[in-house]
Each structure stands twice: as structure tokens, then as C-alpha cells.
């Protein structure tokens, strides 16, 4: 069992076996792990933060009634029931806003949320999401902000590559996409060639939606793994249950495709980190198949995602700084090295400071760039002076 190796206390423990897509391995611990007596409390808080309510629900029906209290049963149940309709509204909402983005000529990718819970669960009810994720072609996206902002949508936050609108007194939330990483977390994405794969056909509930096929949504899923395993926001248990339960129901997935896709995306060793984490901790069955060059450090990786997984208890050494995680997960050495890059270009960068020093014509901002060593070592200086 994981306990061990990470001390993870018994409830966080048997969150993670509730989740697996196929627990019959596990029954057993399952069963003794509730009938040793759990904080129920905090298993449903944990369930409820990681988005996994429906799948420890339909865990916890499947052992002896008299060991779970019925009143968790019952708040499950009625958490489920209200993650469902509010799945389907927003559902609705999704179909308007690709309609409405497609009307005025702008290609859109609707991703994650609805279209994960018809597609890798089977039903809009089976898996939380909070928001609705719409990617569209970086020259499209100030189009987009505008489309969105003329139907009523406000803006709510930034961070360059995303922004998030919220309309409905924040009922409905769009998270609008014109790369599916942050710029420290560069994937190279085409697109053109990611719409053209698109799927167009499926039962009555997405009907109007495109959406990516099997091999993109494992790539996609890998990705958001992985960018929110190296942030310091939290990581959701949702987003490995995601990656096995794809791996789970779809055993006719085109692996050879998966390899070739994400080698030309450069992006093979962050699929097979996220087969990785599917595998080991929540026992999905992975192919033998090598997505990367490189050998990532299964090991490092994985007691990374454990700790951030389920931080109480855990070793904090154990979590890898950002730069160590990116690194471990790159294709290649120099892409590994990007967000040294980043920070050491951001240190060169003029500001405000060096501009008051000397005032230069926009002609000649480039000098900048020299006048910036010169005022730290001026400011430098005169620090010491004053010492």
C-alpha cells in the first residue's frame, strides 16, 4: 500500500483507492480501512476538494451499509445529485458560447469540464467541474475577450495565456484559452492541426460541441497534470482519476498515435509522467510502450505529486522545486531549461529605474540593455558607500 512510503493517514489513504476506476483489486483494504474507524468528516472534505465526490460514492455503496454512516451517504448523494444538474446547465452554457464564437468566425476547442465527463466518464454526471475551458488561435483571442464581453461575460482574472469571465452573479465561468500552458510551461501547439482532428460526431448531449478525440484528450490530460503538479496552486485528485479512467474505458486508444502525437509536440515525457502517476497510484493499466526518449525520475516524480497530492504529514523536502519538476519532465535539455531562461531575462530587462537615469528615444531603447548594468553597479555602490 502507499500508506507507508508517504505517511498518508488512513482516510487520505482511502480516498485514493475509492477513486480508482476499477477497485476490485483494493476491496479488501477498502473495506478494512472503513471499518477501522474513519474521520468521516474530513474523507468528505478531501472528496469534496479533490472534485472526486462520485466516485467515492459509488465506492462507499458498494461496501457493507452498517460501516459508513449513513449521513455521509446521504451528503454525497445529495452533492452529486446538485454536481449533476449544474453539470448539465453549464453544458448549455458551453454549446452558446462555441456557438455564439463559431457565428463570428472564430475557431474554438471546447475541452475539459463537459466534454471530459461524456467522453472519458460516460456521463455528465460522473465527474465535478467548476468552469468551462474553451481554447481558441492566439490571433482570435482579443476577438474572443470581446465576443465574450458583448454577451454579458465579465472579466474576473488574467494571467496572459488565460482569463477567466464569469456571468450569472458568477453561476457560469469561462476559462478562455489561447495556449493550454502557461508561458515557464511552453507547449508547442498547432492549432490548425489540433482543430482539424476535432470530432464532430456523438450522442444528443454534445451535439454542436467539436471536441478532441481520444489521442488529444490523453495528451491535453497529461499536460494539465503536469502544469498543475509544478504550480503551487492546488493539485486535484480529479485530474489523475481523469488520465486512468480514460486509460480505463478506452483500451482501443491508438498508443502508437499517442507516442507519434506527443513526440511532435515534445511533450512524450510529460504523457509518460502522467501514465506514470495513473499507474502507480491509482492502478491503471498502462502499455508497455516508451513515449520519451529520456528516462524522467519515477521515483523523485512521483513523491512529488504524492506530497502535493496530500500535503499533511508529508516530507516537505520531498516536493521538487519548479525548475527541478519542469526539468525532470522535458523532452529535451534546452526545453528543461526554459524558466531559467525566463528568470535570467528577467533580470536583464530595463524598468522604470533605468529609464529615470537616462532618458533615451524610443529609437534607441535598445541601450537600455547596457544602461542597466551600469545603474545596478551605480546603485550598488552607493549602498556600500552609505554602509
Not at 63 to 88: Q, T
Not at 296 to 322: C, E, K, N, Q, Y
Request: aromatic share 8%; proline share 5%; with cysteine.
Amino acid at each position: 500500500m502507499l500508506a507507508p512510503s508517504l505517511g498518508l493517514c488512513a482516510e487520505d489513504e482511502l480516498l485514493l483507492l475509492c477513486v480508482r476506476p476499477d477497485t476490485t483489486s483494493v476491496t479488501a483494504r477498502i473495506q478494512e480501512l472503513v471499518r477501522s474507524g474513519s474521520d468521516w468528516r474530513r474523507v468528505f472534505e478531501s472528496g469534496a476538494q479533490h472534485r472526486v465526490a462520485p466516485a467515492l460514492y459509488r465506492a462507499l455503496t458498494r461496501v457493507p451499509a452498517s460501516a459508513v454512516p449513513a449521513g455521509l451517504l446521504k451528503a454525497l448523494e445529495a452533492r452529486c445529485a446538485a454536481s449533476g444538474a449544474r453539470n448539465l446547465y453549464l453544458l448549455g452554457e458551453l454549446k452558446k458560447v462555441v456557438s455564439r464564437l463559431e457565428a463570428h468566425g472564430i475557431s474554438a476547442i471546447a475541452y475539459k469540464g463537459p466534454v471530459f465527463a461524456m467522453t472519458v466518464y460516460g456521463s455528465i454526471a460522473a465527474r465535478e467541474f467548476g468552469d468551462l475551458d474553451v481554447l481558441v488561435k492566439p490571433t482570435d483571442y482579443d476577438a474572443a475577450r470581446a465576443l465574450l464581453l458583448a454577451e454579458g461575460y465579465e472579466a474576473a482574472e488574467d494571467w496572459g495565456w488565460e482569463s477567466s469571465w464569469v456571468r450569472s452573479a458568477g453561476m457560469v465561468r469561462v476559462d478562455l484559452h489561447r495556449s493550454l500552458t502557461h508561458e515557464s510551461f511552453p507547449v508547442r501547439l498547432d492549432f490548425g492541426r489540433l482543430y482539424g482532428r476535432l470530432e464532430r460526431e456523438h450522442p444528443d448531449v454534445l451535439a454542436g460541441i467539436p471536441f478532441p478525440g481520444l489521442v488529444d484528450t490523453l495528451i491535453v490530460l497529461c499536460l494539465q497534470l503536469a502544469k498543475d503538479a509544478a504550480d503551487k496552486g492546488p493539485l486535484r485528485l480529479s485530474k489523475l482519476c481523469d488520465i486512468a479512467q480514460l486509460v480505463h474505458s478506452h483500451r482501443d486508444i491508438d498508443w502508437s498515435s499517442v507516442r507519434e502525437e506527443s513526440r511532435r509536440m515534445r511533450c512524450g515525457a510529460v504523457v509518460a509522467f502522467g501514465l506514470l502517476c495513473a499507474r502507480e497510484l491509482l492502478g491503471a493499466r498502462t502499455p508497455d510502450v516508451r513515449f520519451s526518449r529520456k528516462r524522467i525520475d519515477a521515483p523523485a516524480l512521483l513523491r512529488h505529486v504524492r506530497v502535493r497530492l496530500f500535503p499533511a504529514g508529508a516530507t516537505p523536502a520531498w516536493r521538487l522545486s519548479f525548475e527541478r519538476f519542469h526539468f525532470n519532465v522535458r523532452e529535451r535539455w534546452r526545453d528543461g531549461l526554459y524558466p531559467h531562461y525566463l528568470e535570467a531575462r528577467q533580470r536583464v530587462a530595463p524598468n522604470e529605474k533605468d529609464r529615470a537615469m537616462l532618458a533615451l528615444p524610443n529609437s534607441l531603447g535598445f541601450l537600455y540593455y547596457f544602461v542597466r548594468p551600469l545603474r545596478l553597479i551605480h546603485d550598488l555602490a552607493r549602498s556600500k558607500l552609505r554602509r
